[in-house]
């Protein structure tokens, strides 16, 4: 897809967010709990089940880490070979005060 660096970074930092969530989620899906509580004759049980796979959740959070990488790489290669003409004098600016 073709889209300026700015759209790009936004996209990165709006994966995060969601790679975040479905980390969560799948930590939440990944355990399958019951417990069982005994009061004299009554009995209460609860019982966690898993609402997602936790092999598809990983499995789009690994999407969703190499779409990140190519994207940071792809800005990371733009701002190695991006030139800007600014009209600022470096050397002076970073010359030692006389």
Do not use: F
Request: hydrophobic share 40%; net charge neutral; no cysteine.
């Amino acid at each position: 897809m073709n889209r300026s660096i700015n759209e790009w970074m936004v996209v990165r930092k709006v994966l995060a967010e969601r790679r975040l969530d479905l980390k969560r989620l799948r930590e939440a899906s990944a355990v399958d709990k019951r417990e069982v509580h005994s009061y004299g004759e009554k009995i209460s049980e609860t019982t966690n089940t898993a609402k997602y796979d936790v092999r598809v959740l990983d499995k789009r959070i690994v999407e969703m880490q190499n779409a990140d990488l190519a994207i940071e790489s792809a800005i990371k290669q733009s701002n190695a070979t991006t030139r800007l003409d600014i009209a600022v004098e470096v050397d002076s600016l970073l010359s030692p005060v006389e």
